[in-house]
C-alpha cells in the first residue's frame, strides 16, 4: 500500500514538471525543494525502470518513454481525485487550492469580490486570484479556470459564456469643451484616443454604426494595459476613447466622463469562463463557476 503511494504521488510530481517544463517550476506550484522534486521522480524511474526525463543544464525534455507515461497519468491522477470526491461527498467541504485567472480591471473590481465570497463559504479551500491581461497557458500556470474577453482562441479549452460587455464611447467635458464634440466617424480624424497598447498595430478605432463595422483614423495620445489607468486618462482629458460598462458606470453618473456619438460603438465583448478540457471537472471548479455565474448575472 505504501509503495503504491509513493507511485502515486511519485506519477503527481511528473505531471507538474512534464507540464512546467523545469524540476524548480514543479518544486514552487507544489510546495516541494527542487532536490524533493528530483528524488519523486528519479524514484518513479526506478519503480518502472525506464527514464522518463532527459536533463541536461540547461533544459529538460520527455523521453518517448515519458512522453507515453504522461498521456496515460494524467486520466488516472483525475480518476484518483475523483474517487477521493466522491468518497468524501461533493456536498461536504471543499479542500485544496484553487487557482483564477481574469483580466486586472475586470477582476479587480468585481472576481476579486466574488473570489473571497466564495473562499469565506468554503474556508477549507484555499484560493489564489491571479490578475493579468496577457493569455496565460491554464496548464503551465496551473490555472484552475479563466475568465477572458472577446473571441476564443483555438486551444482545446472548455468555455461556458457569461455574459455580454458593452463598449461605448466617451471623453470627458474638459476635452470636449477643448476640442468639440465629433458627431460622425470622419470627425474622429481632427481627435487624440487613449487606448489599450495591445489593441490594435495602428492608430485605428473599430467602430460597429448603423452601417456595419468600419475602421477610422484617429491619433493616439496615450496607452496603457491597464483599464484604471486609461479611465484616468480619459477623466483627464487626454482624448476620447472606448471604455466597458459597467467598469465606467461612476464616472459617467458624475459627470466626469459623457457618452459621444450613441449611434457609434465598440464590438461587444462576450466574457467566458475556460478551463481545461477535462472526462473530469473538480468539485471545487464547478462550484466557483456555478458562484462565478451568479456574481457576473448581477453585474453585467
Do not use: C
Not at 504521488?9 to 512546467?20: I, N
Not at 486551444?155 to 459564456?161: E, F
Amino acid at each position: 500500500m505504501g509503495e503504491s503511494m509513493d507511485v502515486l504521488a511519485g506519477m503527481g510530481v511528473f505531471v507538474r514538471v512534464a507540464e512546467l517544463g523545469s524540476l524548480s517550476a514543479a518544486g514552487r506550484d507544489l510546495n516541494l525543494s527542487q532536490p524533493a522534486v528530483s528524488q519523486k521522480v528519479t524514484a518513479l524511474e526506478q519503480h518502472l525502470g525506464v527514464r522518463l526525463i532527459n536533463r541536461t543544464t540547461r533544459q529538460l525534455a520527455l523521453t518517448e518513454a515519458g512522453l507515453a507515461y504522461y498521456a496515460r497519468a494524467k486520466p488516472v491522477l483525475a480518476a484518483v481525485n475523483e474517487a477521493a470526491e466522491l468518497i468524501a461527498g461533493t456536498g461536504s467541504q471543499l479542500t485544496g487550492h484553487l487557482r483564477i485567472q481574469a483580466p486586472t480591471g475586470f477582476g479587480q473590481m468585481y472576481v476579486a469580490d466574488i473570489a473571497v465570497e466564495f473562499q469565506q463559504a468554503h474556508p477549507g479551500l484555499t484560493l489564489e486570484l491571479m490578475l493579468d491581461d496577457r493569455y496565460v497557458d491554464l496548464t503551465e500556470q496551473a490555472v484552475d479556470l479563466a475568465i477572458r474577453f472577446g473571441n476564443l482562441r483555438s486551444s482545446g479549452l472548455v468555455a461556458q459564456r457569461l455574459g455580454t460587455l458593452q463598449r461605448i464611447l466617451v471623453a470627458s467635458p474638459g476635452y470636449l469643451a477643448q476640442h468639440g464634440t465629433p458627431d460622425t466617424p470622419e470627425a474622429l480624424s481632427n481627435h487624440r484616443q487613449v487606448r489599450f497598447s495591445w489593441a490594435a498595430p495602428d492608430d485605428t478605432m473599430p467602430l460597429v454604426g448603423p452601417k456595419g463595422s468600419l475602421l477610422v483614423q484617429v491619433q493616439t495620445s496615450f496607452f496603457a494595459n491597464n483599464t484604471f489607468v486609461l479611465t484616468k486618462a480619459l477623466v483627464a482629458g487626454l482624448g476620447l476613447g472606448g471604455a466597458q460598462l459597467p467598469q465606467i458606470n461612476a464616472e459617467l453618473a458624475a459627470g466626469k466622463l459623457l457618452r459621444i456619438m450613441p449611434n457609434y460603438h465598440y464590438a461587444p465583448l462576450d466574457v467566458h469562463a475556460v478551463y481545461p478540457t477535462a472526462h473530469y471537472v473538480p468539485a471545487k471548479v464547478r462550484a466557483f463557476l456555478n458562484h462565478l455565474r451568479t456574481g457576473v448575472s448581477n453585474i453585467i
